[in-house]
């Protein structure tokens, strides 16, 4: 089992930035992927970024490609998402999720992972 809490949430101006947390505990991530998907109002989930715990690999959704960073603290046991540039578009509830043994192109869908975290809300509004 894998315990995941995000954090960092919170309004924003747009054009703001805001750096999410997301720290995991229990099962090893050895050979995970960590992603971010995230999920507004009355809208499906959506993809937005993933990292290889083990390794280089990271990978990003069409709409913030550009905007958003995703790196990994092993110390901490910990992936962030660094968000720039937010718009409206961006607000929602951000989730982290871990998933083990993915492959590239499963990067960005939500039932190759197994464990997700509680999310975290991003607002963002003038």
Known sequence: QVQLVESGGRWVQPGGSLRLSC???????GNSAVGWFRQAAGKE???????RWSGGGSFYGDSVRGRFTIS???????VHLQLKSLTPEDAALY??????G???GRMSLETAYD???QGTQV???S
Request: net charge positive.
């Open 23 to 29: 720290a995991a505990s229990g099962r090893s991530l």
């Open 45 to 51: 989930r959506e993809f937005v970024a993933a990292i």
């Open 72 to 78: 990994k603290e092993y110390a901490k046991n910990t």
């Open 95 to 100: 989730y982290c999720a871990v998933g083990y």
């Open 102 to 104: 993915l492959i590239a």
């Open 115 to 117: 464990y997700w975290g």
């Open 123 to 125: 607002t963002v509004s």
